[in-house]
């Protein structure tokens, strides 16, 4: 469950674990029990394998852009508030064209990997947005 995938299919899919930790809480709580049974993870896992196997249907073919794959590790590896989209740029060195960066932000976006939100504190000039994990992001991941 934990094997992960350098593609679409592996990104819609690489927190299966705690997804079905999830799913058997639901499933305990449904059962008016404060205690995660056999059985509820049982049921999380039938759901998570119908889950997985709708995932593959729509992306097993669609492989994670290399251009997106480095992008999202940056944003990985990066501090908790995300890079800016210079700081994106400048991954790559001045080597990859703005719209191949935005498509790739885009892809990661419609895949829920990362979000966009605006700066904490905005300085002087036009505020600049920040591309974050999934988890961080305020807006669903739209902007620049």
Known sequence: MSQGRQNAYGAATS???????????????????SHVEASHLHAALAVWGYCQASARLF????????????ISEAISAATPG????????SVFHGHVSKE???LALQQLSTLGLIGCHPP??????????????????KDGGRGN
Not at 65 to 70: E, F, V
Not at 123 to 132: C, D, K, N, Y
């Open 100 to 102: 191949r960066i935005d």
């Open 120 to 137: 904490p504190a905005p300085g002087r000039g036009r505020p600049s947005t920040v591309w974050a994990p999934a988890g961080g992001a």
């Open 59 to 70: 992306f097993n073919d669609a492989p994670l852009d290399p251009t997106a794959r480095r």
């Open 82 to 89: 995300g890079l800016t989209k210079m700081q994106i740029t």
């Open 15 to 33: 927190r299966a674990e705690a997804q079905v930790l999830r799913l058997s809480a639901l499933y305990a709580a449904l059962d008016c029990t």
